[in-house]
C-alpha cells in the first residue's frame, strides 16, 4: 500500500507546514475613483470548458484512498457545494488499481450530486484508465497531473518521463471530456503551454511556486535533506501565469494556482488573463485545522474582497477586470522583458 500511504503522509505533512501565498507584489492595479457601477451588480459569474460558473474560483486536486483522504473527501465537497465551486479529485490511480477504495472517491458525488467534478491521473495513464477515472465520478473534465521534481525527490518516484506528451496526445483525442494538464507547484512555462496545448489540453492550470511545496513535503517524507536551492525550484505562479498565457491566449484556458488564497492575488491573476483560480493545500490546511465552517467563511470572504476590488477598478465582470490597466514591476516586469512577453499589452 505504499501509494495510500503517501497519499496521508501528503496529507499529514502539508499540515505541518506554513500556508505560502504566491508572490504577486510586481502586478499592480491603478485605482479607479470614478467607477460607474455599483456594488451589488457586481458579479463574479465565469464559463469555463463550456461550463456555467457562479465564480471563478475551485477546489483543486487533494486527494483519496484512504479512509483519511474519503473524510477529506467528503468535507470539501460539502464545501465546494456551499460555495457553488467546482472541485478536482486527487489522483484516482489508487482506485484503479483497488476497486475496493472507490468509495473514497464517488462520495464526493454523493455529498454533492449536481457538482462540477474533475477527474485526476498522472501523465502515465492511458485513455482507457483516463476514461475509467471520468466515469468513476461522472466528471465534467479531466485534470492531467505533471509532477516531475517530486517524482525526482520521491524514493519511490517513477523517474521515467519519456512520452508524456504523445500519452496527454492520446488521452485527450479518446476522452469525453475536456483535458486540463496541471502541474504541482512548480509552474508550467511557455515553451511546454505550447507543447501541451498541440497535444491537445483544453485548459492548463500553471500551478506554480508559492503555496505548497512538494520538494519539501518528499524531502521531510524521505528524511532526505535537499539543499535550499533545490528546494526553491520552479517558476513562481505570476511568473508561470504570464508565460502560459502568452502561449494559450485564444487556444486554451488558462488557470491560476499555487498559494492563491489572497483576495487581491485572485484578482490580480483574473486581471492578467486567468480563466479560474484553484487552491488546494491553504483549504486543506483550514479544513482540518479550523473545521468546515471557517473554510466555507474564508471562501465567501476571499468572493467577497474580490467583488470590492473589481469594484475599485471600475469592473462590474471578470471580462471588464481582464481589460483594467496593469503596472508590472520588478523580478517579474524583467522576467517579462528578458522573455519578451509584452508587458505592454497589460497597461
Ligand atoms: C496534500 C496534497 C495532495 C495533492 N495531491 C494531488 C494529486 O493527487 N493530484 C494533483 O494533480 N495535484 C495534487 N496536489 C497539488 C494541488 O492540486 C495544487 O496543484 C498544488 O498544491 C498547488 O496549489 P496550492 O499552493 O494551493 O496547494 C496536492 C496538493 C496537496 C497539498
Known amino acids: 500500500m505504499p501509494r495510500l500511504n503517501r497519499k496521508d503522509e501528503h496529507i499529514l505533512i502539508r499540515l505541518k507546514q506554513k500556508s505560502g501565498l504566491a508572490d504577486f507584489s510586481d502586478i499592480h492595479f491603478v485605482h479607479n475613483c470614478l467607477p460607474e457601477c455599483n456594488l451589488d451588480e457586481v458579479t463574479l459569474e465565469t464559463s469555463l470548458l463550456g461550463m456555467e460558473l457562479r465564480s471563478p474560483l475551485f477546489i483543486n486536486a487533494l486527494t483519496g484512498g484512504t479512509p483519511l483522504s474519503k473524510r477529506v473527501n467528503a468535507a470539501l465537497a460539502g464545501v465546494a457545494r456551499e460555495c457553488g465551486l467546482p472541485m478536482a479529485l486527487g489522483s484516482q ?48 473534465a479531466l485534470q492531467i497531473h505533471l509532477n516531475v521534481p517530486q517524482e525526482l525527490a520521491m524514493r519511490e518516484g517513477d523517474c521515467h518521463f519519456e512520452g508524456v506528451r504523445q500519452r496527454i496526445k492520446e488521452i485527450a483525442a479518446a476522452v469525453t471530456v475536456p483535458v486540463i494538464v496541471k502541474e504541482v507547484g512548480f509552474g508550467i512555462a511557455r515553451e511546454q503551454a505550447h507543447l501541451l496545448i498541440e497535444a491537445g489540453a483544453a485548459a492548463i492550470d500553471v500551478s506554480g511556486r508559492g503555496g505548497t511545496n512538494f520538494l519539501a513535503i518528499e524531502s521531510r517524507r524521505s528524511r532526505r535533506r535537499l539543499s535550499p536551492e533545490i528546494l526553491s525550484w520552479g517558476l513562481p505562479t505570476a511568473v508561470s501565469l504570464v508565460e502560459v498565457l502568452d502561449a494559450a491566449v485564444g487556444r486554451a484556458a488558462v488557470m491560476a494556482a499555487g498559494g492563491m488564497f489572497s483576495s487581491l492575488n485572485i484578482a490580480k491573476a483574473l486581471a492578467l488573463g486567468a480563466d479560474a483560480v484553484g487552491f488546494a493545500g491553504h483549504p486543506l490546511y483550514l479544513l482540518l485545522k479550523q473545521g468546515r465552517r471557517a473554510l466555507v467563511r474564508a471562501i465567501q470572504r476571499l468572493e467577497q474582497e474580490l467583488r470590492l476590488i473589481m469594484l475599485l477598478t471600475g469592473s462590474s465582470t471578470l471580462e471588464e477586470l481582464r481589460r483594467v490597466p496593469l503596472v508590472i514591476t520588478g523580478f517579474t516586469g524583467e522576467w517579462m522583458k528578458q522573455r519578451e512577453i509584452s508587458v505592454a499589452k497589460y497597461r
Open 93 to 140: 490511480m489508487a482506485a484503479l488499481e483497488n476497486p475496493l477504495v472507490e468509495e473514497t472517491f464517488k462520495v464526493v458525488r454523493e455529498v454533492y450530486p449536481e457538482g462540477l467534478i474533475w477527474a485526476n491521473l498522472g501523465s502515465y495513464a492511458t485513455p482507457e484508465l483516463a476514461q475509467r477515472a471520468i466515469e468513476m465520478v461522472d466528471a465534467a
